[in-house]
């Protein structure tokens, strides 16, 4: 009885904010976690944990049984907001309560307005398809996220279903809240509109027309095509593909205006039509030479190679406007993995190739190689450093790919089977600062 008093005790004391060692999913481990919210569920009180030091997409709603109540930690004490933005991955405030569920639609519904979300299927139940949001561009947000409140950091949507693919969502995305209920949200996979159950998608589908994502087809090689996408022209298309993204990106918010962003859309094409397997969005004008803003695989295709196709693509659109260009930071964990990797292939790509042609003796610059490849003059820095190709040697620089770095790139080269082909890439680049309106 003892017994029962202090669990019951210590789990009243188990509040937001409080960190204790939690297991994780089915694995063995108890890594710590904070507590970010709390609900009562079929009787049950559960706790939708963070484990520090790990990425949010393992975020989860845990049962009491999970949790090692005996080294629960108090809630650390708030920094003052002009010190929090500064450290860097602190966690904004908690309320030191459990969020009345009115006052977690009304949040909710404020954020849509305050995300312009023009949302139907709050107004008329019986719409089928729920309309898509006014406005909603995905853009990186450096550091500390003005609506990264609580509701934003709990996964909000079970599933979804897209052709053949049944996703579970990484992280908070905002759709209607009333589809969130849902056990899945069934999705157009060409034109991505999102209706509530397979019959709407049904009658959906037997009145789009869509096979493709809209815009031009800028690229087709086999059975790999790019399409752009104008997120003025194409707002509907763009601003469903924002939401979808927000699903797999944690370190976006969701602005209001597609307008000034092109999208790059792959998709793998088969008898049924051209299906979407990632995409990149990139700024019309970028004054500080952006060459993509998002890039997302959907996760049925990651790990695949798709992820260094989309980054090379974006590479060789900037070869074509002739300039240098990188991706927006933060980086998540996978972004730097992926870019990582490419910068490297790439470069070793190049320095492989000329001492195969010149010997030992083959001189390059950094400048030439940021020219060759259109990798920022800092990206390539960093990665001959990071491979650790840079020497200092009687009085300059000089760049030395050993023997086992041979090995290794030949290696990784065996695996990456498609390549972008320039050849392949109908494309002219705009030069938007001419243009009155995007
Ligand atoms: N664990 C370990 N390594 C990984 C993982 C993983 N889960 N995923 C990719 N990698 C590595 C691969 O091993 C590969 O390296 P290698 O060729 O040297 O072996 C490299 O990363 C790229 O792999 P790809 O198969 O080409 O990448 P993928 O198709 O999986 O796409 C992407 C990568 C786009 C980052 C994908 O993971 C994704 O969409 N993630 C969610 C969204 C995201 O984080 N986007 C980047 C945000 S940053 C920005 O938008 C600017
Ligand atoms: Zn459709």
């Not at 996964?155 to 056990?183: A, D």
């Amino acid at each position: 009885m003892a017994v029962e008093l202090n669990e019951a005790s210590l789990l009243r004391k188990a509040i937001e904010g409080c960190r204790l060692p939690v297991r994780m999913g089915d694995t063995d481990e108890w890594p710590l976690a904070e507590i970010i919210s709390k609900r009562e569920h079929a009787a049950r009180k559960e706790f939708y944990v963070h484990y520090i030091d790990y990425n949010k997409r393992l975020d989860e709603w845990v049962t009491s049984d999970r949790l090692n109540l005996g080294k629960l930690q108090p809630p650390m004490k708030k920094e003052p907001k002009s010190l929090s933005g500064a450290a860097k991955g602190s966690r904004p405030s908690t309320p030191d309560r459990e969020i009345p569920v009115p006052l977690k639609k009304q949040m909710s519904q404020n954020r849509k307005r305050k995300l312009g979300m023009l949302d139907k299927a709050d107004d008329d139940s019986s719409q089928e398809v729920a309309a898509p949001p006014q406005t909603g561009s995905l853009r990186p947000h450096g550091g500390d996220k003005c609506s990264d409140d609580v509701v934003t950091r709990i996964k909000n949507v079970h599933m979804i279903e897209m052709g053949q693919y049944r996703m579970k969502p990484w992280y908070f995305s905002p759709y209607p809240i009333e589809l969130t209920t849902e056990p899945v949200i069934y999705l157009c996979e060409f034109c991505l509109k999102y209706v509530r159950s397979r019959k709407s998608l049904e009658r959906h589908r037997s009145k789009c027309t869509l096979f493709h994502p809209p815009g031009n087809e800028i690229y087709r090689k086999e059975s790999i095509s790019f399409f752009e996408i104008d997120g003025r022209k194409n707002k509907a298309f763009a601003q469903n593909l924002c939401l979808l993204a927000k699903l797999f990106l944690d370190h976006k918010t969701l602005y209001y205006d597609t307008d000034p962003f092109l999208f790059y859309v792959m998709t793998s094409q088969d008898s049924r039509g051209f299906h979407i397997v990632g995409y990149f969005s990139k700024e019309k004008e970028s004054t500080e030479d952006y060459n993509v803003a998002c890039i997302l695989v959907l996760p049925p295709f990651q790990r695949k190679g798709y992820g260094k196709l989309l980054i090379e693509f974006s590479y060789e659109l900037s070869k074509f406007e002739g300039k240098a260009g990188h991706p927006e930071k933060p980086l998540s964990d996978l972004g730097l993995l992926s870019y990582r990797s490419y910068w490297t292939q790439t470069l070793l790509e190049i320095l492989i190739g000329l001492k195969r042609e010149e010997g030992s003796q083959a001189m390059v610059t950094i400048n030439e190689l940021c020219e060759m490849t259109s990798i920022r003059k800092e990206d390539v820095v960093s990665t001959l450093q990071h491979l650790n190709v840079i020497h200092y040697y009687k009085g300059q620089y000089v760049l030395h790919v050993s023997d086992e770095l041979v090995e290794g790139h030949a290696k990784s080269t065996r695996k990456k089977k498609t390549r972008i082909d320039p050849k392949c890439l109908h494309w002219t680049p705009k030069d938007w600062t001419k243009r009155g309106k995007w």
